[in-house]
């Protein structure tokens, strides 16, 4: 039966301290959705003296700042949330939250396990993985989380015919969405080259040229040289036109070969060497910084099942 309270906090004092918007839980029976067990998803808004004192996790709980700011506390480590981040809890973790006096938080959450048995679960096996050794639990979200919250509640509030499916599909999408968050995953936004071409011919010709020439790239100068133009001529052509810089798309498309690599059992020296990096040690703690996971622990999540999860 769901009810519409908090699954983790059941003091008195600290109930009427939250103005929900919509609040959806399974305290007698999580709900079965085939891969998943669905103990929570809410919508929440929290009185500036809101507290939700240490608790200890029965699940996995991710939770997105909609407004306000506050402190999460993650195995008594604080870290400091502000709106549009994303935030993971493993089912093992000492978990509490504290909202703004001045700002306070509005929140959506879902209350969630794998359900091992599932014969898709080893599909999910590299992310179920990531979330259990995740040393980072706090990113920015760029996958518009709130959207898929949103449409989450909207089915589990008032179901109607493959409710249920459509839920699966959105809490799927809600976990996915945060693993590549956590993973700094940066997906590249469709591009449709021919309009591109159209519309700006040299910001097509450094995509182009990044994209066919990446091993070949020592110093992004290398690109102008090759173009013809001044760098900082077509670093103010390429941010107008793609609403990002040349080094933050030549970044993420050297990170995303180094994956790739990292996939086809490259050593780490070799991808080292073909990406230019000085040496193997700045080449992992790049790949950390831009991951938050080792190359070595990012091949093993990736060998944590024959089937591997795409992202």
């Not at 399974?26 to 929440?44: E, M, P, R, S, T």
């Not at 991808?271 to 992992?284: E, G, Y």
């Amino acid at each position: 039966m769901a009810r519409a309270t908090h699954f983790f906090d059941q003091s008195d004092s600290n109930r009427y301290k939250k103005k929900y918007h919509l609040s959806m839980e399974f305290l007698d029976k999580a709900l079965n959705l085939g891969l998943f067990q669905v103990f929570q998803v809410c919508d929440l808004s929290c009185s500036s003296d809101y507290q939700c004192p240490p608790h200890q996790q029965i699940c996995l709980e991710i939770s997105y700042i909609v407004s306000g700011h506050g402190i999460y506390e993650r195995n008594n480590v604080p870290y400091e949330v502000t709106p549009n981040t994303v935030f993971l809890v493993n089912d093992h973790d000492l978990h509490a939250v504290r909202s703004s006096k001045d700002d306070p938080l509005r929140y959506m959450c879902l209350g969630f396990s794998f359900c091992k048995e599932h014969p898709d679960f080893e599909k999910y096996l590299p992310l179920y993985n990531f979330f259990e050794h995740l040393e980072n639990p706090i990113a920015e979200d760029h996958f518009k989380l709130f959207d898929c919250f949103t449409l989450a509640l909207n089915e589990i509030s008032a179901p109607t015919l493959f409710s249920m499916e459509m839920l699966e599909s959105c809490i799927l999408q809600i976990i996915v969405h945060t693993y590549r968050d956590l993973s700094n995953y940066r997906a590249r936004s469709y591009t449709n080259t021919l309009e591109l071409h159209a519309s700006n011919p040299l910001a097509y010709e450094i995509c182009n040229y990044i994209d066919t020439n990446l091993t070949d790239i020592k110093k992004l100068s290398d690109v102008s040289q090759a173009l013809g133009y001044s760098y900082a001529y077509l670093s103010k052509i390429f941010s107008q036109s793609m609403n990002l810089s040349i080094k933050d798309y030549y970044t993420q498309r050297r990170f995303e070969t180094a994956a790739k690599m990292l996939a086809q059992d490259f050593t780490i020296a070799r991808i080292s060497q073909v990406l230019h990096f000085s040496d193997d040690s700045s080449f992992c703690k790049a790949f950390k910084k831009y991951y938050h996971t080792t190359p070595a622990k990012y091949r093993e999540l990736l060998s944590g099942s024959s089937d591997r999860l795409s992202i």
